[in-house]
T-cell receptor, first 112, second 111 residues
Framework: DAGVIQSPRHEVTEMGQEVTLRCKPI?????LFWYRQTMMRGLELLIY????????DSGMPEDRFSAKMPNASFSTLKIQPSEPRDSAVYFC??????????FGPGTRLTVL | QKEVEQNSGPLSVPEGAIASLNCTYS??????FFWYRQYSGKSPELIMF????GDKEDGRFTAQLNKASQYVSLLIRDSQPSDSATYLC???????????FGAGTRLAVHP
């Protein structure tokens, strides 16, 4: 299995620009999670989906962040407009039901 | 008070020694507990999970859970330099796979 796939692996953008991060979960997994990791705040859950439906988005920092899962094999996390404080590593993870979460390689986002 | 607390370290141990990593959590009703390992620049990977009080062993790793004390630990026997990484403790308070992570403890195993 290819594992969780994320793109891009690195993104450098300027403040105010729109950023879209992409994730393809492991085939057969029905739960998908978006995390953000920074030195200051550690690994934080932003949102998670079950069977393509957003279940809990309480970790989404503000309205500038949005996430979608149009089908079982694809999800996006969008930041519009981006700010320097959004710089972090964003991880996508997937699982089958309430079992082990498998993490993707992450997207390192730098907002200048 | 943070929901999941870990000593940030670094915890430095000599090769072959036992490394002991500790974690406390605030939600007394938590049911599931996980230890993830994260190498620098890489993604977290699950190494152990535990649901019941007591010890759970898997190779060189032992997870220990004490729900009364709200404490979970990870022991690594015969530590190797390849064990040098950050170890993240995670708790699932509600049983819905919504994990809350600690800040992680950095372990350094020196030859």
């Amino acid at each position: 299995d290819a594992g969780v796939i994320q793109s891009p692996r690195h993104e450098v953008t300027e403040m105010g620009q729109e950023v879209t991060l992409r994730c393809k979960p492991i085939s057969g997994h029905n739960s998908l999670f978006w995390y953000r990791q920074t030195m200051m705040r550690g690994l934080e859950l932003l949102i998670y989906f079950n069977n393509n439906v957003p279940i809990d988005d309480s970790g989404m920092p503000e309205d500038r962040f949005s996430a979608k899962m149009p089908n079982a094999s694809f999800s996006t996390l969008k930041i519009q407009p981006s700010e320097p404080r959004d710089s972090a590593v964003y991880f996508c993870a997937s699982s089958f039901e309430v079992n082990e979460q498998f993490f993707g390689p992450g997207t390192r986002l730098t907002v200048l | 008070q943070k929901e999941v607390e870990q000593n940030s370290g670094p915890l430095s141990v000599p090769e072959g020694a036992i490394a002991s990593l500790n974690c406390t959590y605030s939600d007394r009703g938590s049911q599931s507990f996980f230890w993830y390992r994260q190498y620098s620049g890489k993604s977290p990977e699950l190494i152990m999970f535990i649901y019941s009080n007591g010890d759970k062993e898997d190779g060189r790793f032992t997870a220990q859970l004490n729900k009364a004390s709200q404490y979970v630990s990870l022991l690594i026997r015969d530590s190797q330099p390849s064990d040098s990484a950050t170890y993240l403790c995670a708790v699932d308070p509600g049983g819905y796979n919504k994990l809350i992570f600690g800040a992680g403890t950095r372990l350094a195993v020196h030859p």
